[in-house]
């Protein structure tokens, strides 16, 4: 059974830091690409960030970028989401999601449970 | 950016209603368009993938249609449990993606 379990999230005053983690079992980790996507409280989804199997293609939504670093450690089944400079606006739960594809068609198939990040003075 | 437009943002129904959600993208993203469910305090759950392929394991009631800009999930009988917030998502800027602003579907 694919399991996707979110930890590291908490409250944090602006401008601080967070790392969240999303450890992996039940499917070959090292094998998918994976997203970060969010959801502040009583609004919708917002993708966050994506990194490829093997770490060579990330991206980064604008809201995030130069703030956030997406990384994984395959030999750990782990993705990690180092938030720095944190804004108010980045109070959110974090859902880690992986990616698959039939065809050029891709999805986010499996999600984990998500992790609430706070930021507030 | 592609800007996911879903229509309405809210709409009540009943138990064995026949119902349409619609969505629309500001360019044309072909058939990358995928429907998810989402329950209170729950991950989202993928529905329909590629505009109107069925996720493995969802009831068949769910169906979707559509391409290019116009797009619509349809529930052809509602069930208890489908009452839930629905978004669409391109993936045509894979990985790049983005969401619909949601449709909350409520009992009537």
């Known amino acids: 059974e694919v399991q996707l379990v979110e930890s590291g999230g908490g409250l944090v005053q602006p401008g601080g830091s967070l790392r969240l983690s999303c450890a992996a079992s039940?499917?070959?980790?090292?094998?998918?690409?994976m997203n970060w996507v969010r959801q502040a409280p009583g609004k919708g989804l917002e993708w966050v960030s994506y990194?490829?199997?093997?770490?060579?293609?990330?991206y980064y939504a604008d809201s995030v970028k130069g703030r956030f670093t997406i990384s994984r450690d395959n030999a750990k089944n782990s993705l990690y989401l180092q938030m720095n400079s944190l804004r108010d606006e980045d109070t959110a739960v974090y859902y880690c999601?992986?990616?698959?594809?039939?065809?050029?068609?891709?999805?986010?198939?499996?999600w984990g449970q998500g992790t609430l990040v706070t930021v507030s003075s | 950016d592609i800007q996911m437009t879903q229509s309405p943002s809210s709409l009540s129904a009943s138990v064995g209603d026949r119902v349409t959600i619609t969505c629309r993208a500001s360019q044309s993203i072909s058939s990358y368009l995928n429907w998810y469910q989402q329950k209170p305090g729950k991950a989202p759950k993928l529905l329909i993938y590629?505009?109107?392929s069925l996720q493995s394991g969802v009831p068949s009631r769910f169906s979707g249609s559509g391409s290019g800009t116009d797009f619509t999930l349809t529930i052809s009988s509602l069930q208890r449990e489908d009452f839930a917030t629905y978004y669409c998502q391109q993936s045509y800027s894979n990985p790049r993606y983005t969401f619909g602003q949601g449709t909350k579907l409520e009992i009537k």
């Open positions: 999601a992986t990616e698959s594809n039939s065809g050029s068609y891709y999805i986010l198939d499996y």
């Open positions: 990194i490829s199997s093997r770490s060579t293609t990330i």
């Open positions: 590629a505009a109107s």
């Open positions: 039940g499917f070959t980790f090292s094998s998918y690409s």
